[in-house]
């Protein structure tokens, strides 16, 4: 069930729990994995956390920008016994409602968007305020690493914005 850990795109540094290995003390859970590292052994620096807040934000569209046939990440939970892993739906429709219909009783008049996906799932968000993250295509995602690594190199080491960029080569 271990599954190998995902390479780190961005700035990293080795792990100082684990020093690099991956793996710390057993546990029955997990095994030996480090929990520092999730047993990549590397660790985002500040500079690689900011570009990867960044990342992960580009990555969101709202609500009402889906179409039917995109993929929408739905994203995992624990409740008690019941699991719900984390995982890709198809979205099947995308409907604007009102928030009265949207079961808000006290706000009637708001704007909301629900996505239905295949096998029945749905989200509801607020227009124009909820987003979502869409898969991409290989392409769209090696644009927006470039355009992350871009971002990083414009972040001193504490992870903000440089006053004065680095001068080009």
Not at 37 to 62: F, H, S
């Amino acid at each position: 069930m271990n599954q190998p850990a995902k390479k780190l795109l961005l700035e990293s540094t080795t792990c100082g729990r684990c020093g690099g290995s991956g793996k710390f003390s057993f546990n029955l859970m997990h095994g030996s994995r480090c929990y520092g590292c999730a047993g990549r052994g590397q660790v985002l620096t500040k500079r690689g956390q900011a570009a990867q807040a960044w990342l992960n934000e580009q990555r969101m569209i709202p609500a009402e920008d889906f179409k039917p046939g995109d993929l929408i990440l739905s994203e995992g939970f624990a409740a008690g016994s019941y699991t719900e892993p984390t995982r890709w739906l198809r979205v099947s429709k995308v409907l604007r409602l009102t928030g009265a219909e949207a079961g808000y009783v006290n706000q009637p008049d708001l704007a909301c968007v629900r996505i239905e996906t295949e096998g029945g799932g749905s989200f509801v968000g607020f227009a124009g305020t909820s987003k979502y993250r869409r898969a991409m295509s290989a392409q769209e995602r090696k644009a927006l690493h470039a355009a992350a690594l871009a971002y990083q190199a414009t972040l001193g080491k504490t992870g903000k914005p440089l006053k004065r960029l680095p001068k080009a080569a």
